[in-house]
């Protein structure tokens, strides 16, 4: 993948430096880097030791079996122990654990440390009356009110491991979700707010039970929004009459490092939904290891908020478990960016760091820096982006409207399969690169290889593989050793294939190019749709931009665009298409530039705020579009396609 046109991104000349205060303080120095690989399972058992064991492991890694690992192998702990208990045992109980927002204007809740204890001790308890017992797989699908993290946690604590399914998704979604691990409960709540209104969520629940047959027993069911619901008497139980009587004492049992903790399945895929399986030990340290490492934490002062639902594996690792590991304190909020919102949240609660999307800084980008210029923001000191390549434009933005030239912005590189943060500026060390994820943390080895799985070495592109086994990685999918060896690693012998295209610049720093199936071939020159997309970005008057390669007869595939303009630019004027298209020859070169191009309202998403380039590319195909269930808002699709019949 060493084509020419992937070397524009690269070219990109700025470099920010880490803060001199930050550096010199900073939880993780240089030398970590050495350290690890020198003996990288003695620098991942430090991490380990970081959390409270009941028993010491005897081998810190068993990779006697490949690709199924074993991490801290004879080890016994308690994911909920260390995440509560153990920092109201330290005498940090009246800390407070969550600020949590709700929708409807002051609606808050303030949850200490000594608070959730009792609250997870309680619904453990609740959760053991109904049955749930080790082992045992419990589904959640839940708004983002407290409740869901004490579920989560209640779960650990009892071992039965945790499905969370996003609230968006159809009651299908939910009920294959159901029926591949086989929960037996489900968690859920009466509803939850959007966009200013109360909307139903125990309908799916109730057509998802339904169609699985009688495999769940009991559905827990908070009131969130007091709306009427349908109720089963022989299963439907209310969370507030099961778990707020219950006893508040629960001894917690010590699980093997290698329990399971959750199983997650991944967005966006076609088919049977993927289930990762995670496990406690290894997860728990690559999470809070690296969220004190590359965020920089300092427990007793920061104040640290990850916009994720935790319907994302984001919510899981950098909102749940690492975050309450570390003992942080931390915003949650319930709604989606409303427009001063965010910045209103922060300058009230005066939050220090701030981990969100490249999707939602484009979305604010659009709307005007007049908007965040009106709030307070100099509580920050560092920024996080995940879940996409952040294109320069927008890093440039963060960096300078909301991060006021003074915060370092922390690119992560990492999956639902990774469980933890594996290419990341360290804060303190790194100057950061607006575009790219930089160096893989250290203890972590990746490489960028080509289709021999050799190194391509500075300066050239490939594919994104991982040599070495992590703590926090998958073991496998659930119910499917096969299919876990065949999708991740059976391209090559021993490597790890991520299913992301990647480049190494001049320096060895990585360069992000999104999934390998978004590269696109124009006339035998590969192209990268990130490329083409920041492109488009820069211009002043587009806010976001997706681009997919559409089949051609005459070029193999051909490039087409869909952009969303600023509300600054109107409509953009009678040119904009041509103006746009000559853009993309100027940023990149003639082969780039796009054979159609489509102004859209807006761009079709999944919940974890990914663009479904699939869905764009049945459009530019003329198809009938494909599978909406897992887009955020499905009736995104009927704006586009109105849009290109009004343009035919
Ligand atoms: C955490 C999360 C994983 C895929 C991954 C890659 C893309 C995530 C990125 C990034 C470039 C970043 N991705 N972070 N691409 N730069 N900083 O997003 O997990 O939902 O499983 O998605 O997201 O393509 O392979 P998940």
């Not at 970590?32 to 380990?48: C, G, H, I, L, Q």
């Not at 017992?133 to 009110?145: E, L, N």
Request: net charge negative; aromatic share 8%; proline share 5%.
């Amino acid at each position: 993948m060493s084509d020419q046109t992937l070397s524009n991104l690269s070219r990109e000349e700025r470099r920010f430096d880490p803060p001199a205060g930050l550096a010199a303080d900073a939880n993780v120095k240089e030398e970590a880097y050495a350290r690890a690989d020198s003996d990288r399972e003695a620098f991942w058992a430090e991490a380990a030791d970081r959390l409270d064991w009941g028993q010491k492991w005897d081998q810190v890694l068993d990779w006697s079996n490949p690709p199924f690992a074993k991490w801290f192998v004879g080890g016994t702990l308690n994911a909920s122990v260390n995440c509560v208990d153990r920092h109201v045992d330290a005498g940090n109980g009246d800390k407070v654990a969550l600020h949590w927002i709700g929708e409807p204007e002051d609606d808050t809740r303030d949850i200490t440390y000594s608070d959730l204890k009792d609250l997870v001790s309680k619904a453990a308890n609740a959760l053991t009356d109904l049955g749930v017992t080790k082992g045992d797989r419990v589904a959640i699908y839940m708004p983002m009110i407290p409740e869901v993290v004490v579920a989560m946690l209640a779960c650990a604590r009892l071992g039965a491991p945790h499905t969370v399914v996003f609230g968006g998704f159809s009651a299908d979604a939910l009920a294959s979700r159901l029926a591949d691990c086989d929960a037996k409960v489900v968690i859920t709540s009466d509803g939850g707010y959007r966009r200013g209104s109360a909307s139903a969520l125990k309908p799916a629940v109730d057509e998802a039970v339904e169609k699985t047959g009688d495999l769940v027993r009991h559905v827990l069911v908070v009131r969130r929004t007091g709306q009427d619901v349908a109720w089963d008497d022989s299963r439907d139980v209310w969370w507030h009459d099961a778990v707020d009587g219950a006893s508040a004492d629960h001894e917690a049992e010590m699980h093997d490092s290698e329990h399971p903790l959750f199983v997650m399945y991944t967005s966006g895929s076609t088919g049977k939904p993927k289930g990762i399986l995670h496990t406690t030990g290894g997860y728990l340290t690559g999470t809070s290891f690296t969220h004190w490492e590359v965020f920089d934490l300092k427990p007793e002062t920061d104040v640290y908020w990850c916009t994720a639902d935790v319907g994302w594996v984001t919510g899981h690792s950098y909102m749940v478990y690492g975050p309450l590991a570390n003992g942080a304190t931390q915003v949650m909020y319930e709604g989606t960016p409303e427009k001063g919102r965010w910045w209103q949240i922060i300058q009230d609660l005066k939050v220090t760091i701030f981990y969100t999307a490249p999707t939602a800084i484009r979305t604010f980008m659009k709307q005007g820096r007049e908007i965040p210029d009106g709030y307070d923001l100099t509580s920050l000191r560092l920024l996080g982006s995940v879940g996409e390549p952040i294109n320069p434009e927008a890093y440039i933005w963060y960096r300078e409207v909301i991060g006021g030239e003074r915060c370092p912005i922390v690119d992560t590189w990492w999956q639902t399969e990774t469980g933890q943060i594996l290419i990341s500026p360290l804060p303190g060390v790194t100057a950061g690169k607006p575009g790219s994820a930089m160096k893989a943390l250290p203890g972590v080895a990746i490489d960028v290889v080509n289709d021999e799985a050799q190194s391509v070495g500075n300066g050239n592109g490939g594919y994104l593989v991982i040599r070495e086994p992590w703590p926090a990685m998958l073991r496998t999918l659930w119910g499917d050793d096969q299919r876990f060896k065949d999708t991740y690693w059976s391209r090559w012998e021993g490597l790890y294939f991520a299913g992301d295209g990647a480049k190494l610049d001049e320096d060895g720093d990585i360069w992000l190019l999104g999934r390998v199936d978004d590269v696109m071939n124009v006339s035998g020159h590969r192209l990268s749709t990130t490329e083409i997309e920041s492109a488009l970005v820069s211009h002043p008057k587009v806010a976001e931009a997706a681009v997919v390669g559409a089949a051609d007869e005459t070029t193999g595939q051909a490039v087409c665009a869909f952009v969303i303009l600023r509300e600054s630019a109107g409509d953009g004027g009678p040119d904009i298409v041509e103006e746009l298209r000559k853009h993309v020859q100027k940023e990149i070169g003639a082969i780039a530039k796009p054979r159609q191009i489509m102004v859209v309202p807006e761009l079709p998403k999944t919940r974890s705020g990914k663009i479904m380039r699939r869905l764009l590319k049945d459009v530019a195909e003329h198809r009938e579009v494909g599978d909406v269930t897992t887009l955020a808002d499905s009736t995104v699709m009927d704006l586009i396609k109105d849009k290109e019949g009004s343009a035919a």
